[in-house]
């Protein structure tokens, strides 16, 4: 038999597994070949939806079950003994492998990961490959792990016998947990991202602990009632007669098989506690509270409990006010264990500060590579107002007839302090636009709003843009929040795959965390997400994958810039394109859009599976008093598209080029650029102009990072002058002592506009409303401060000398 001319998996059959099985590794329960670990990340052009290449290990090899120790690389025997180690330690890495083999069918190259060998890679014969004692006892020495640690790390995990089989993450997960309770650990923390079953894991980690007797009776804490009833006969169901729930409301409720069931109590009508349960789970609502009768979990003696799980633990838990914190205290004495999707706090002091640093992280990012999570699309709107901002007229009365407090209102203020309903009615629009577009108007779409009155008002706006739909079924479009029965009453059917209806639905918070929305396509955010750890449980409403209905990745319309969180170092999971209408353009991103430089070539590679495309068969707080005003007009404005290679890094034709482009356009050259700038009697007129055909220059400013005067930004980036900041033209404006030759109560005047110019970067200076404004406003009425100047005509003069003053210089480069 001439051996080069075998194939790598003849050399597998004849040679390396032969010599695994002489070494004393059993066939059936410790070796498996082929094994597939990743899923293949799902790549998207356009309509069209590929899955790239599964990862493959030749060979695992495990002590027990689910506890792998060793992985083999093979090659056919034209390559040398060594060739398929670096591939095989990248695998490693991957799996938590520490022992890994290469073999060409001629002998091994062992290399030990653990650092506790002399030599940390070492030739072997075919007949002395490890046996699994010594491999084992290797492993021992490196963890650490005592005989009383060893006896509950080499506890049997749930097995079925349906085959499931957990994840290669989540053995990762469920180990490094076990083994750090096991060597006496008692704060845990993993940080899993949404989607990539936290509750499951969570399941393996308390049943090996239980069945090892290590703990005996556990609580498991979340916030949400529906995430309890849906844990207790889904993932936790293994429990049966060992487990209840710690409430007194009797509830019947549908098993993934459509089976039904009635949840245990622990609780009976007064509130009782039935001690004779080994599995608690609780809403952490339902057994504390700011009253002492409220303080459910005080019933129970502080030792009682040897394990505590807290689901979702991002949600304040390590805050020392808060109340999951006073249960934590309360069981101190207890192992506590946080899952969570975002490892640190911004409101409160960062979980790790409690439970230490992870013990095992699995990001977003690396579940969009591996395939388990759906990627994303970002559709970036940008509304005028909330990019100018909204100054009501001088008198402008609201709907009661009030009249409306004269300042600037931005972003933040919409919806929660002033409503424009006009922007509500653009937004409604865009978002049926987009459903209309993408010629899917029945995907399940979540709105979030400012807060509950707003999700009411969006919902009516989505009802009468969808009034044909809203005709043959009035569950098309639902508010569903914390005080709407009706609505709370169809979230099951929300999140269940096989329910049409409802399909728009408008919410405030109650959907941003823990709700299993499998089919989830599209999420908006219209409002504004200042914590890193609630926008990524917002977009982790969208990712996970369902094969049987064909949802392999979603879309997040943005109205409110909260996707600038992409930029923070933090995020880790960034979209596969980025778009950016501009007003006229379609909403949907178009299909044959650019990807990135390299990322994802535009033909399909090799090792890519179709498994989507166009064409083919589908299968089976305290009330706020808000100002409403009406009749104020909203519009789309434009910036830029881009899109993200697989670094999470724009390829873009970035909003600076696309500016300096257009601004050349208009302006044959700086000179012609200076010209108009000096003539216009009216300097905001240039810049209504360019709003008006899509550039927004405060955009460009936020993006320099810089304090310019929209005169200098069109200098420096169309014609790369360099710039000067507004501080540094009023003073120099200052230097000259322009304003000598007015009076005391004119001169004041002038500062004040030249500090407005110098801090806000206010343009319109010779309005005269601008004297009714703090700070003009306390130097004397409009009628005294105008007659300062000799009259209207005069003051206006004195201003455009003054701006004539500001614009004098022009830098050089």
Not at 105 to 128: K, M
Not at 599 to 624: N, R
Request: with cysteine; glycine share 8%; net charge negative.
């Amino acid at each position: 038999m001439d051996k080069r001319s075998l194939t790598e998996r003849d050399i597998c059959t004849k040679f390396i597994l032969p010599a695994v099985k002489r070494a004393g590794w059993d066939e059936m329960l410790q070796v498996r070949e082929e094994v597939y670990f990743t899923k293949g990340r799902i790549i998207v052009r356009g309509k069209l939806v590929t899955r790239g290449k599964a990862k493959k290990a030749d060979f695992v090899l495990y002590y027990k079950p689910n506890i792998p120790i060793a992985l083999i690389e093979a090659k056919d025997n034209n390559h040398s003994v060594g060739d398929g180690m670096q591939q095989g330690l990248d695998y490693a890495a991957t799996l938590d492998i520490p022992f890994v083999f290469s073999s060409n069918g001629d002998g091994f190259v062992f290399h030990d990961r653990t650092g506790q060998s002399a030599t940390v890679e070492t030739n072997l014969g075919l007949d002395a490959f490890p046996s699994p004692a010594d491999l084992w006892a290797r492993y021992r020495a490196w963890k650490g792990l005592d005989a009383k640690a060893e006896q509950i790390v080499l506890q049997d995990y749930f097995d079925d016998g349906s085959g499931k089989a957990p994840r290669y993450y989540q053995v990762n997960a469920v180990n490094a947990a076990i083994e750090a309770i096991a060597k006496g650990r008692d704060r845990v923390l993993l940080v899993m991202a949404t989607g990539t079953g936290k509750t499951y894991t969570a399941f393996q980690i308390i049943w090996r602990l239980w069945k090892a007797g290590r703990k005996k009776r556990i609580l498991f804490l979340a916030d949400r009632n529906l995430l309890i009833d849906q844990t207790m006969v889904n993932d936790f169901r293994p429990f049966g007669a060992a487990m209840a729930k710690l409430s007194t409301n009797a509830k019947t409720i549908e098993r993934q098989d459509g089976s039904t069931v009635d949840l245990t109590l622990a609780l009976d009508r007064k509130r009782r506690i039935d001690t004779a349960f080994e599995v608690y789970l609780g809403l952490y609502q339902a057994i504390t509270g700011p009253e002492d009768r409220q303080k459910l979990y005080k019933e129970f003696s502080p030792g009682f409990f040897d394990l505590i799980v807290i689901d979702e633990c991002h949600r304040g838990s390590a805050a020392e006010d808060s109340a999951w914190r006073e249960i934590l205290t309360h069981f101190s004495g207890a192992t506590q264990i946080g899952l969570t999707a975002t490892p640190k706090e911004t409101e409160y002091v960062s979980n790790t500060d409690y439970f230490g640093e992870p013990v095992f992280t699995y990001s977003l990012k690396q579940g969009i590579s591996d395939g388990f999570l759906a990627p994303y699309k970002v559709i970036k709107v940008h509304i005028d107002r909330d990019v100018e901002g909204y100054r009501p007229e001088l008198g402008q009365l609201d709907r009661d007839g009030n009249e409306v407090e004269d300042r600037i209102y931005n972003a933040k203020d919409f919806d929660r302090h002033i409503v424009l309903d006009d922007r509500t009615v653009l937004t409604a629009k865009k978002i049926t636009e987009f459903l209309k577009e993408s010629s899917d108007r029945f995907q399940k779409t979540i709105v979030f709003c400012v807060d509950e009155e707003h999700a009411a008002r969006m919902r009516q706006a989505l009802v009468n843009e969808n009034a044909d739909l809203v005709a043959e079924n009035a569950r098309y479009v639902m508010r569903i929040t914390g005080s709407d029965k009706e609505g709370q009453d169809q979230l099951g059917n929300f999140i269940d795959p096989e329910s049409k209806y409802p399909v728009l639905v408008t919410t405030s918070r109650l959907l941003s965390t823990g709700v299993d929305a499998q089919t989830c396509r599209l999420i908006v955010l219209d409002r504004a997400v200042g914590s890193m750890t609630e926008f990524k449980q917002i977009v982790g409403r969208g990712t996970r994958v369902h094969e049987d209905t064909k949802k392999f990745f979603f879309t997040l319309i943005d109205f409110r810039g909260a996707t600038s969180h992409f930029a923070d170092p933090d995020f880790d999971g960034d979209p596969v394109q980025i778009y950016e209408p501009g007003d006229g353009d379609p909403i949907t991103p178009p299909d044959d859009a650019p990807q990135g430089d390299d990322t994802i070539p535009p033909k399909l590679g090799d090792d890519e599976t179709v498994v989507d495309q166009p064409g083919l068969p589908f299968p089976p707080g305290d009330p706020i008093r808000k100002i409403f005003v009406d009749g104020v007009g909203a519009r789309i404005l434009a910036e830029r598209v881009e899109y993200l290679d697989e670094n999470g890094k724009l390829v873009t034709e970035s909003l600076r080029d696309f500016t300096k482009t257009a601004l050349k356009k208009r302006f044959a050259s700086l000179d012609d650029f200076l010209k108009r700038w000096r003539s216009a009697e009216r300097k905001q007129a240039i810049i209504e102009e360019l709003e008006a055909e899509g550039l927004a220059l405060d955009a460009v400013a936020d993006e320099l990072g810089k304090n310019l005067d929209p005169f200098d930004l069109i200098c420096h980036v169309a014609f790369d002058k360099k710039p000067l900041t507004r501080r540094e033209r009023a003073e120099n404006v200052k230097k000259r002592d322009v304003f000598t030759k007015y009076g005391g109560q004119a001169r004041a005047v002038l500062d004040a506009l030249l500090e407005k110019y110098r801090d806000e970067g206010m343009l319109n200076l010779d309005d005269t409303n601008v004297l009714l404004i703090p700070p003009l406003n306390g130097l004397g009425t409009r009628r005294e401060l105008l007659q300062a100047f000799g009259g209207r005509m005069a003051f206006e003069q004195a201003v455009h000398e003054m701006q004539d003053a500001i614009y004098q210089e022009t830098a050089s480069a």
